[in-house]
């Protein structure tokens, strides 16, 4: 019962926190969260530490992202753009 209504409630949070990302950008992370949401909530965990280190948004998640390279890369499967690797926009978009 309760698992339902927090996967429904993270899904709402999540549509709105990524509303100005393309499309297909928005549903492929919302894909991999309803794969994996335990990596997601270990990826938000260590950058909210981070934060409270000092360090801004960004910064955190630039520090923290790497570490979980390949598990994200696996939830992505072949949606993984190919040229050169995960390339991440300034922004936290993924470069294509």
Do not use: C, H
Not at 30 to 55: H, N, Q, R, S
Not at 70 to 94: D, E, H, W, Y
């Amino acid at each position: 019962m309760f698992g339902k209504l927090k996967s429904f409630a993270t899904r709402k949070l999540m549509e709105r926190q990524l509303k100005d990302m393309p499309k297909e950008q928005r549903e492929l992370i919302m894909t991999m969260m309803e794969k994996d949401p335990k990596l997601f909530e270990t990826i938000a965990k260590e950058i909210d530490t981070e934060k409270k280190k000092g360090l801004t948004d960004m910064a955190a998640s630039m520090k923290v992202m790497p570490k979980y390279q390949a598990q994200l890369q696996q939830l992505l499967g072949n949606k993984m753009p190919q040229r050169g690797g995960t390339v991440f926009n300034p922004n936290g978009r993924i470069r294509r």
